[in-house]
Nanobody, 123 residues
């Protein structure tokens, strides 16, 4: 029903920047919240950032506030995660996701997931 395709991951040094993109396809997207989760080795998948697809509201995990920015381009059905001032602890697989309720930080609240893109931050 909804497919999510991620791009933009890679290897950067600490203090650098990356922009992740997630292109969505399928039926209507106006009422879907979009977001990013990440999963580091040995850790649970955790919420990073969310955006209301139609409303423009955003939320962030405390660990990334002030450094990461989530945005959208509805004409392209694409969400972005601009990551600045990257730290080694940001190293993780980043997953794009879509679900019905903006504001949720629970993995179970999201219905669709991308395959993930690796972000590695070296010191």
């Amino acid at each position: 029903q909804v497919q999510l395709v991620e791009s933009g991951g890679g290897l950067v040094q600490a203090g650098g920047s990356l922009r992740l993109s997630c292109a969505a396809s399928g039926r209507t997207f106006s009422n879907y919240a979009m977001g990013w989760f990440r999963q580091a080795p040995g850790k649970e998948r955790e919420f990073v950032a969310g955006i209301s697809w139609g409303g423009g509201r955003t939320s962030y995990a405390d660990s990334v506030k002030g450094r990461f920015t989530i945005s959208r381009d509805n004409a392209k059905n694409t969400v972005y995660l601009q990551m600045n001032s990257l730290k080694p602890e940001d190293t993780a697989v980043y997953y794009c996701t879509a679900g019905p309720f903006y504001g949720s930080t629970s993995r179970a609240s999201y219905d669709y997931w991308g395959q993930g893109t690796q972000v590695t931050v070296s010191s």
